[in-house]
């Protein structure tokens, strides 16, 4: 199984709201670097704009622990979320769908379409107001940084008459534990 670790960067973690944890299945394969990557420059990219941050202080919470666990095509039959109040922050699980190959500027446009889709439900769980406009993502840099991110096997479909190719939500929450 390649396990690497999660995407923690304690300084930064102080001052932000939106904090990005990452994985992605593998079937055997690399991780999809490129992909991963663009989910977390418009995290982070959320995380710096100022109507987001004041869209976010609305809940009350000081934090959003967003995981994202990017699966292949076959994977992403049944796309999951697990939303939880964990003391003063939101804890937020996701399956997202893994482009097959895309450019960088495609990569960035697919994650931000991924990202904004989650917060839709994020919001729509909390009761929120409507998204603030997504600001404009700069394209990811060709030198971005490598980003660390747990790469896990899908478990083997033991006994089952339909072969699943998707996680469930205890899954999920196991994928980050």
């Not at 995407?7 to 001052?15: I, K, L």
């Not at 039959?77 to 964990?86: C, G, H």
């Not at 495609?106 to 998204?131: D, G, H, K, N, W």
Request: hydrophobic fraction near 40%; glycine fraction near 6%; aromatic fraction near 6%.
């Amino acid at each position: 199984m390649d396990e690497q670790t999660l995407d923690h960067v304690p300084a930064m973690e102080a001052c932000s709201w939106l904090r990005p944890h990452l994985g992605t299945t593998t079937g055997g394969g690399r991780a999809p670097r490129e992909h991963v990557s663009a989910l977390r420059h418009v995290a982070r990219t959320l995380d710096a704009d100022p109507r987001w941050r004041s869209w976010w202080q609305q809940t009350g919470l000081s934090a959003c622990e967003l995981g994202i666990v990017a699966e292949g095509r076959l994977d992403h039959l049944r796309p999951s979320a697990d939303i939880r109040r964990l003391d003063d922050c939101l804890w937020a699980n996701f399956t997202c769908a893994l482009p097959d190959g895309t450019p960088p500027a495609a990569a960035t446009r697919a994650a931000t379409e991924e990202v904004r889709a989650m917060f839709e439900v994020i919001r729509q769980a909390l009761t929120l107001t409507a998204l603030p406009p997504t600001p404009q993502v700069p394209s990811l840099p060709t030198d971005a940084p490598e980003v660390p991110v747990t790469a896990k096997r899908l478990p083997p479909a033991a006994h089952e008459r339909e072969q699943r190719g998707y996680l469930t939500l205890t899954e999920i929450q196991e994928f980050f534990s």
